[in-house]
């Protein structure tokens, strides 16, 4: 349930409610919102009365919260929330894009695409060092060089980082080297990750899982949330359909209902959303027109040679001409790339 409490409520008042929740064994957490602090209590407390807490000094109101998902709704945090990482900010008025290769391969590659994604407008350089692949076969990623090569790129160009956490052994090197860590659409349920990155101090990009329903992707954001890490980012990036023409569906819908009950921004990957190169342009415009607060787009000098997913990445002057259509998207509806 969310305990709203008045305008005028002193802090004192607060601590009396938020003592008293924790006394009944309630787990809290509070946002400070526009006008008035809202308190969270995080608990299956089915049989307290409501009324206890109605009547304390400074409540406003008292509401149960019956969506599965307590502290990723707007029920107790009903204005979004913004996530700033070095200079690219996602959930207000921004809308960053998140641009690099598929996988790190070598210093050669991660400079030459690092510097023409800047010079075209990203925000954010991306690059996988540790490769969820469908084959034990292909290339799994140069791991902890990769990382350190990203980081390089990134420090050069003065661009923040992201790249692919999937598993607890490798988050203490990521949160060295990387900005945002990302969780894949294969791991989106891997609840002990899920966890542990719930308690890092970075933040976090949760991937929809490939057949993973709209509530499922905030249950996963849930555990995030409730380890204390707030700065969460979600990313639509297609799920399995009976569509066979592209990689994934790309569920643009997804955006709009998410960020309904949703105050996390959420950001779409049309890359791996559509897995074609010519269709990773129009959705991520359509993205942007459908209200995504970012985009995330593999970008490669040379994808006919990429190791991994080459047939997805953009040429850079493509990527160029996308930011530019991008930016008078985004100013139609009143944003800022
Ligand atoms: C990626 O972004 O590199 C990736 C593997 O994406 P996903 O987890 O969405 O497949
Ligand atoms: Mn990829």
Redesign the pocket.
């Known amino acids: 349930m969310v305990v709203v409490m008045k305008e005028n409520a002193t802090q004192a008042m607060v601590d009396a409610v938020s003592d008293h929740l924790l006394n009944v064994g309630f787990k809290v957490h509070s946002v400070v919102g526009v006008n008035r602090i809202i308190l969270g209590a995080i608990g299956d407390k089915r049989g307290i009365d409501l009324r206890e807490f109605e009547i304390m000094d400074g409540v406003h109101e008292v509401i149960r919260i019956t969506e599965p998902y307590k502290l990723a709704g707007r029920t107790f945090h009903p204005e979004d929330t913004i996530v700033e990482v070095k200079g690219a900010t996602f959930g207000g008025e921004y809308v960053p894009v998140i641009a690099g290769p ?2 790190v391969e070598n210093e050669e590659q991660m400079f030459t695409i690092a510097r023409q994604v800047k010079e075209a407008g990203a925000k954010v350089l ?1 690059g ?1 060092a540790f ?2 692949r469908t084959s034990p076969y292909a290339f799994q990623g140069l791991g902890v060089e990769g990382l350190k090569l990203l980081h390089a790129a990134g420090k050069e160009f003065n661009l923040p980082t992201v790249s ?1 956490v999937m598993d607890v052994s490798q988050i203490e090197v990521m949160v060295e080297y990387v900005d945002i860590l ?7 349920q891997n609840f002990f990750l899920l966890k542990e990155l719930g308690r890092i101090k970075k933040p976090v990009l949760l ?2 899982g ?1 057949a993973a329903t709209i509530e499922e992707l905030l249950m996963a954001a849930e555990y995030i949330l409730d380890g204390g890490n707030y700065d969460l980012i979600l ?1 639509e ?2 799920i399995r359909t009976f569509v066979t023409y592209t990689r994934n569906t790309l569920d643009l819908s997804a955006i709009p209902v998410t960020k309904k009950f949703s105050h996390l921004p959420i950001i779409a ?1 049309p ?3 559509t897995g074609l190169r010519d269709k990773v342009a129009p959705m991520a415009r359509a993205a942007v027109a459908a209200g995504a607060d970012g985009v ?1 787009v ?1 970008v490669h000098h040379d994808p006919d040679k990429a190791l ?2 080459g047939a997805q990445s953009l040429y850079p002057k493509q990527f160029a001409r996308l930011m530019e259509e991008l930016r008078m998207i985004a100013w139609a509806i009143g944003k800022k790339i």
């Not at 990302?182 to 989106?188: E, F, H, L």
């Open positions: 598929c996988s991306r996988g490769k969820p692919e990302q969780i894949g659409a294969r791991n989106m991937k929809r490939m990313c990036r297609g990957d890359s791996h959303g995330a593999e991994s997913d």
